[in-house]
Nanobody, 122 residues
């Protein structure tokens, strides 16, 4: 399974950004797609997760209500729409995938993409 994240960049506080994660490879191995982020000198943090077969998603407390995960099955792509961005959202964002784990622990996800940097200026 290969995951390709993109869409990071520089945005002002209060702005929006959409990240993309294109998945390829064994379909059943990426049944659940997730986003994590890691700020400098901090632990990698759960942002949210979504099943390919489910319209619902779950989110970490720090982003709930501001971030939304969606998918495009035809493009094998999962999106992370980030609204009302804050300087503390600055981090490298990673997408991850797993066949069955649908939780917030990074160790639960088997496949990882490279990160994409999001910088929010104040």
């Amino acid at each position: 399974v290969q995951l390709q994240a993109s869409g990071g960049g520089l945005v002002q506080a209060g702005g929006s950004l959409r990240l993309s994660c294109e998945a390829s490879g064994r379909i059943f191995s990426r049944n659940i797609m997730a986003w994590f982020r890691q700020a400098p000198e901090k632990e990698r943090e759960f942002v949210g997760a979504k099943k390919w077969s489910d319209r619902n998603a779950k989110y970490g407390d720090v982003v709930a209500g501001r971030f939304t995960i969606s998918r495009d099955n035809a493009k094998n792509t999962v999106y992370l729409q980030m609204n009302n961005l804050k300087p503390e959202d600055t981090a490298v964002y990673y997408c991850a995938a797993d066949n069955s784990y649908y939780g917030s622990y990074r160790s639960g996800y088997e496949y990882w993409g490279q990160g994409t940097l999001v910088t929010v200026s104040s």
